[in-house]
């Protein structure tokens, strides 16, 4: 069954086994774990650095930046986690999944070879596949 929420625990190391609906959260580690939000039972990691997600908090809600995708798995789930709420996202194709990946490639390249992007390329990044999300 799809869960629809989440609830923030604050730990030192994530647990072996983990509880679903649970969002672990590992400051010291600057990591973040749970059970994806369909109910398949996957583990999901979502490592709380620059070039992975961002965990931003505000009176005890908690958002994840970007969305979760698990593509890896059968299960193919898409969502946000968004002041404590998942947001699912619709089925993304594979062409949208690949995009996705190539684009956070060239983001992670540009991050650790120290090669700043110039502004308009990551502008039109971003709107070419807003336009391809909507305008399909
Ligand atoms: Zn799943």
Not at 26 to 53: D, N, Q, W
Not at 90 to 105: F, H, S, V, W
Request: charged share 20%; aromatic share 16%.
């Amino acid at each position: 069954m799809k869960s629809h929420s989440v609830r923030p625990m604050y730990v030192e190391f994530i647990p072996k086994t983990l509880e679903y609906g649970v969002l672990y959260i590992s400051k010291k580690f600057r990591t973040a774990s749970h059970l994806c939000c369909c109910g398949c039972g996957t583990k999901i990691v979502t490592p709380l650095r620059e070039t992975e997600y961002a965990l931003a908090e505000h009176a005890g809600l908690v958002s994840l930046t970007p969305s979760i995708g698990n593509w890896n798995d059968p299960c193919q789930s898409h969502y946000w986690i968004k002041d404590n709420r998942v947001v699912w996202a619709g089925p993304m194709t594979k062409a949208e999944i690949r995009q996705g990946r190539a684009y956070d490639d060239a983001l992670k390249s540009a991050y650790f070879g120290k090669v700043a992007w110039p502004w308009w390329q990551q502008a039109w990044g971003w709107l070419k596949r807003f336009l391809d999300k909507f305008f399909r």
